[in-house]
């Protein structure tokens, strides 16, 4: 007997996808778990891999069927350029792709439509598809199945918009020539107009996107994203050292330079009183620590683990430090949940905005902005300021378990 819901079986397509590495593939594949463990059938259509880098979120994804396409774009322009031969291939391919390619040029998807076309088309008839969520970034996926919709009768599109994308800063759109803009925004509302729903991972989108077309609002829906600790990684908590111990994780941001100099100085200055464990991807920002000479003695660059060790260092930890960007100021990021589930104080860097206030108003951080660093900080670790943690805020309507229920009563 067949174990699956056959009326909402789903079609999950996401540029990244484990065990493709890099915190894209994340969303989709805590999503295509919980819908497993509430007996939905998933497929998964993704790019192809390209590297040899293993996913924290490998396990999550076992045991379902991925399809990977070849995007067909220039490797050369995703990497950076270091030789006089590679930057000089690295021009012309991208001045290929920008003749090719009317709107954002850095849109890794938009060589895919004829595979994923045939491969979409394919899987719905043999899988009985009721349901495609495709996930931008990349945008040119959406646009793909969106195009599709006419040869998709019975078929509900949901649009994921993972993360702000047209607006402000991704992809570098906002510093390309205003044609090339326009043509992205063309295509956004052709794919508003054209999905039976769009999800956002903020409260905040849905409100922008509701502003840019209003017709559609119907369509909108808030789907965070969410946090999946096993409590079996949890372990017994050790916050009682002489060291005051900090840890970041996840994404270094740009644009965070001089509260990074900032913060160096403050461990510096502290050598013998705290620690700083920083696990990701990679050592931007290592060489500003090291210019401090705190690198490798407060200051340790660490590879990414699993998040099962990652939690357990976690609750080790006496704060999280998040040093935020303008741009992210007001997205509430998954992380955030993930340590105030391990009831984890955190300190905020940066300009006032959603992710300051929720902190504040809820008891759950001390904020610091970009010109207090060095003073602030100082004082935290003086014992001059004290939190009065909230540790009773309920955070469970943020678990994966929770959202993926509400994201189910939307399927068909």
């Not at 805590?30 to 396990?59: G, H, M, P």
């Not at 993360?163 to 991704?170: A, E, F, G, I, Q």
């Not at 660093?373 to 994966?400: R, T």
Request: with cysteine; charged share 25%.
């Amino acid at each position: 007997m067949n174990m699956f819901k056959e009326n909402k079986n789903v079609l999950i397509i996401s540029y990244i996808f484990p065990p493709a590495p890099g915190i894209g593939g994340r969303r989709w594949a805590k999503f295509a778990k919980y819908l497993r463990k509430k007996n939905i059938d998933v497929s998964v259509i993704s790019a192809q891999i390209t590297d040899e880098t293993i996913s924290t979120w490998t396990k999550d994804v076992e045991g379902i069927e991925v399809i990977r396409l070849n995007p067909k774009y220039p490797k050369i322009i995703s990497a950076t350029p270091k030789s006089v031969i590679d930057k000089i291939l690295y021009r012309i391919k991208l001045f290929e792709v920008k003749l090719r390619i009317k709107g954002n040029y850095f849109d890794k998807a938009a060589f895919m439509e004829e595979s994923l076309k045939e491969s979409v088309l394919k899987i719905v008839k043999e899988k009985k598809i009721k349901n495609i969520i495709v996930s931008g970034f990349p945008f040119y996926l959406n646009y793909f199945i969106c195009k599709l919709k006419p040869q998709l009768p019975g078929v509900k599109i949901i649009s994921d918009f993972r993360d702000p994308w047209t607006w402000k800063h991704s992809y570098s759109l906002d510093k390309m020539p205003i044609n090339r803009q326009n043509e992205e925004r063309k295509k956004e509302a052709f794919v508003v107009e054209k999905s039976d729903l769009v999800t956002m991972p903020s409260d905040i989108m849905v409100e922008e996107i509701s502003l840019l077309y209003p017709k559609y609002k119907g369509k909108y829906v808030d789907l965070p994203h969410g946090y999946d600790i096993d409590e079996s990684c949890l372990k017994v908590e050790n916050r009682k050292n002489a060291i005051i111990k900090f840890i970041m994780f996840g994404t270094m941001y740009i644009t965070i330079e001089n509260e990074i100099s900032n913060l160096a100085s403050v461990f510096k200055n502290n050598m013998d009183t705290c620690e700083l464990d920083i696990y990701c991807f990679s050592s931007k920002y290592a060489s500003i620590f090291e210019e401090y000479n705190v690198l490798n003695k407060n200051v340790f660059y660490h590879n990414p683990i699993s998040e099962c060790e990652l939690y357990g260092k976690l609750i080790e930890t006496n704060y999280y430090i998040l040093v935020c960007p303008d741009h992210a100021k007001d997205y509430i990021f998954t992380k955030i949940f993930e340590i105030i589930y391990c009831k984890i104080p955190i300190i905020y860097i940066g300009s006032k905005g959603n992710i300051s206030i929720f902190l504040e108003k809820n008891n759950l951080g001390i904020i610091i902005e970009k010109d207090q660093v060095q003073n602030k900080f100082q004082k935290i670790l003086n014992g001059e300021i004290n939190l009065n943690y909230n540790c009773d805020f309920d955070a469970s309507h943020y678990s994966m378990e929770t959202i993926t229920e509400k994201l189910i009563t939307h399927l068909i």
